[in-house]
């Protein structure tokens, strides 16, 4: 289902042309947001790359995520989102992306020492990564030094015969889901494990092309094994071939992290990050937990997000965030009068929604508006069911729980001691994933009757 049109917007195609000593990249820029409010071409970034190779393969990297499928049914069509959304802060800049499959999210940061200057401005944007760009920037990456622009200083001024490029995109539900639902799963996964340079390279190099199932790594001193069924310390790998797109980096790899949830023995599958520090950057795909299966279908954030109370505490706690590279969370929940025990709730909220990305390095959000615009809740159907049934009335409070009712059926939910994760219900969609997908509608509603 295709949630809107998004019409990128560049005064000019991006391009690689040369210079005396090297290679000059100017990436244009779509709409986006900046300290001072939208713009409709934001100027972010003008300097010289420190190390041009990794930073641009990077960057190429991101793109190649956007446009690949690692998972196609037969009966469906690849959407090409080929234009990164890239963050400007204090200090650096993030290059971000999500395959069309919605199970792999990429992330290019290049650090304060990776750039000859500071950022001139903050804020979030589409850049144009057409087909001409990526090849000349393919030979840039090998090629002396590189001066990147994200934007333009130049005034433009758009006329019937002038340079505007547009292109208009559809953005699926699934797409929007899974690129805000991501950074708060991110949140909740811890380092499993780290390799050196030359042996992550063999790790990397040594993994299987396609596994039927989900594979785990597991540290085993100063490598990782590769199990078929999970443990505690175990990182799931769901489909090996995700991981491709670290290939033109690992010769530049100083440092393998991998990142993932606790899990216990018998669990069948799980997220997984897995981090490349190549000196001045740093380069991560986070992957689902399945290869079939998006991060748009997750819905641990459903609960979060049908309530009013937390809606509004998130509202808060948007208006204080600033756009340093990291969000000191005390502070801006300080300033935005919020007591401690609704922060957690109230980030989970703005992460779902696109507002705040995670780094998983750093164990901190940042700030960053997703250029889309689209509504939360309509793009959340168990939500929408979810309201409905609780203002039909159809929700009929108990000791402990609730009963449903819905057409010719009737559910019954009960309630988990000390926190919503316990919740049940006795409908088909319960029983078939058990709380792994998120609540049922039927648990929603329930818990906006209770409230």
Not at 22 to 33: I, P, R
Not at 150 to 176: I, M, N, Q, Y
Not at 186 to 209: D, H, N, W, Y
Not at 368 to 390: C, K, Q
Request: glycine share 10%; charged share 20%; net charge neutral.
């Amino acid at each position: 289902m295709v949630a809107a049109e998004l019409a990128y917007r560049y005064a000019s195609p991006s391009v690689v042309r040369g210079l005396d000593a090297g290679n000059e990249v100017l990436l244009a820029t779509s709409g986006g947001m900046t300290e001072t409010g939208p713009a409709t071409r934001p100027y972010f970034f003008s300097g010289f790359l420190t190390e041009p190779a990794p930073a641009a393969l990077g960057m190429l990297a991101c793109a190649a995520v956007a446009r690949s499928r690692y998972y196609m049914p037969a009966s469906v069509l690849a959407v090409i989102l080929s234009d990164p959304v890239v963050t400007s802060t204090r200090d650096r800049l993030r290059f971000e992306s999500f395959s069309s499959c919605c199970g792999v999210h990429a992330r290019l940061d290049l650090l304060p020492p990776a750039l000859d200057a500071v950022p001139l401005e903050a804020g979030t944007t589409n850049v144009d990564f057409n087909a001409a760009m990526r090849a000349a920037l393919a030979g840039a990456a090998i090629s002396g030094p590189m001066l990147l622009s994200v934007g333009s200083a130049e005034l433009v001024v758009d006329t019937f015969g002038g340079s505007v490029t547009e292109r208009k995109v559809p953005l699926p539900v699934r797409w929007l889901k899974g690129f805000g639902e991501v950074q708060a799963i991110a949140r909740r996964m811890r380092l499993i494990g780290e390799l050196t340079g030359a042996a992550a390279q063999r790790f990397v190099r040594s993994l299987p092309r396609e596994a039927k199932r989900p594979l785990w790594a597991v540290p085993a001193g100063k490598a990782f094994t590769l199990a078929i069924t999970a443990r505690p310390g175990a990182a799931c790998l769901a489909g090996p071939h995700r991981l491709a797109e670290l290939g033109p980096l690992l010769r530049f790899t100083r440092r393998l992290r991998v990142y993932g949830p606790e899990v216990e023995a018998g669990v069948t599958e799980a997220p997984s990050a897995w981090e490349l520090d190549l000196g001045s950057a740093r380069f991560t795909l986070t992957l689902s937990p399945e290869k079939y299966r998006g991060f748009s279908g997750e819905g641990a954030l459903l609960g979060v997000l049908g309530d009013e109370e937390v809606a509004a505490d998130a509202v808060l706690l948007r208006g204080s965030l600033g756009w340093d590279w990291r969000v000191n969370i005390s502070d801006a929940a300080s300033r935005a009068g919020l007591a401690a025990e609704s922060v957690p709730a109230a980030l989970d909220y703005l992460a779902a929604t696109g507002v705040v990305g995670y780094d998983l390095a750093e164990e901190s959000y940042f700030h960053r508006e997703l250029p889309f615009g689209s509504a939360v809740e309509a793009m959340h159907p168990r939500l929408v069911n979810a309201r409905a049934l609780a203002e039909s009335g159809a929700v009929t409070l108990t000791e402990g729980g609730a009963v449903v009712s819905g057409g010719d059926s009737e559910h019954r939910v009960t309630f988990g001691t000390g926190s919503e994760a316990g919740d049940r219900c006795t409908c088909p969609w319960w029983g078939k994933h058990r709380g792994n997908r998120g609540p049922c509608k039927h648990v929603l509603a329930a818990r906006m009757a209770a409230r």
